[in-house]
C-alpha cells in the first residue's frame, strides 16, 4: 500500500502562514486530496486531486504538488483552524491516509 | 442537501459480525460512490471499501475475505457487514460518497469487547 507520511504537529499564530506536508512512498499523480477534522466531528473535504478547493471551503486554504510530494496552505491562519488534517490518496489502489498533523495555535 | 448517517449497534463481541447501515437523504445511491471508512483510536484512518452506482463493489485487500458492502436502493440505504472481528476492529465507522469523500456521515463508534 502507498504510506503517506505526515509532521505529527505544528503550532502557529493566529494570522500566520502554515503549509502542513504529506509524502507519499510512491508517486501518485496528483490525486492527493487533504481533509480537516475538529474532535467529535467527520472529516471535512478542504481540497481535491493536489490544488482543488472544495466548495464552501475559504480560499484561506490552498494545495500544492504532484508525484509524491504534497502541501496543505492555511493563509491566514485563524483560531477556528485548530483541528487535525488529513491527506489521502486515490491514485494506488487501495486508497490510503496519512497519520494526520494536528494543528494547534499559540 | 445530501446527509449520510451511520447507524448499528456500538458493541460487539469478539468473533461476530459488525453490521452498520447508511442511511441517504438528499441525493440517490444509485448515483456515485459510497464507501466505508475507520478511524482507529490514535487517528489512523483506513478505508475500507465501496458500493458503486451500479452495484459493484470494491475492497480494501486487507479486509477482502471478512468485509462485504451491499446495498437497498428502496431504501436509499447501504451497509458494511465485517466478519470475525477482534478487537483491533474497535473504531469509529464512517460513510462517505465518493473518494474523496465530499459527505460524510457523522460516524459511530463500535468497540469490539466480550
New interface residues.
Given amino acids: ?1 502507498t504510506v503517506l507520511t505526515q509532521s505529527p504537529a505544528l503550532a502557529v499564530s493566529p494570522g500566520e502562514r502554515v503549509s502542513i506536508s504529506c509524502r507519499a512512498s510512491e508517486g501518485v499523480n496528483s490525486y492527493m ?1 487533504w ?1 480537516q477534522q475538529k474532535p467529535g ?5 478542504l481540497i ?1 486531486k493536489a490544488s482543488n478547493l ?2 464552501g471551503v475559504p480560499a484561506r486554504f490552498s494545495g500544492s504538488g504532484s508525484g509524491t510530494d504534497f502541501t496543505l496552505t492555511i493563509d491566514p491562519v485563524e483560531a477556528d483552524d485548530t483541528a ?1 488534517y ?1 491527506c ?1 490518496q ?1 491514485w494506488n ?5 496519512g ?2 498533523t494536528k494543528l494547534e495555535l499559540k | 442537501e445530501v446527509q449520510l448517517q451511520e447507524s448499528g449497534p456500538g458493541l460487539v463481541k469478539p468473533s461476530q459480525s459488525l453490521s452498520l447501515t447508511c442511511s441517504v437523504t438528499g441525493y440517490s445511491i444509485t448515483s456515485n460512490y459510497w464507501g466505508w471508512i475507520r478511524k482507529f483510536p490514535g487517528n489512523k484512518m483506513e478505508w475500507m471499501g465501496y458500493i458503486s452506482y451500479s452495484g459493484s463493489t470494491s475492497y480494501n485487500p486487507s479486509l477482502k475475505s471478512r468485509i462485504s458492502i451491499t446495498r437497498d436502493t428502496s431504501k436509499n440505504q447501504f451497509f458494511l457487514q465485517l466478519n470475525s472481528v477482534t478487537t483491533e476492529d474497535t473504531a469509529t465507522y464512517y460513510c462517505a460518497r465518493e473518494i474523496p469523500g465530499d459527505y460524510w456521515g457523522q460516524g459511530v463508534m463500535v468497540t469490539v469487547s466480550s
Wanted: aromatic fraction near 18%; charged fraction near 15%; hydrophobic fraction near 20%.
Fill in positions: 500500500d486530496h481533509y466531528q467527520q472529516p471535512k473535504l481535491y472544495a466548495s487535525t488529513f489521502q486515490s489502489d487501495p486508497p490510503t491516509f497519520g494526520g
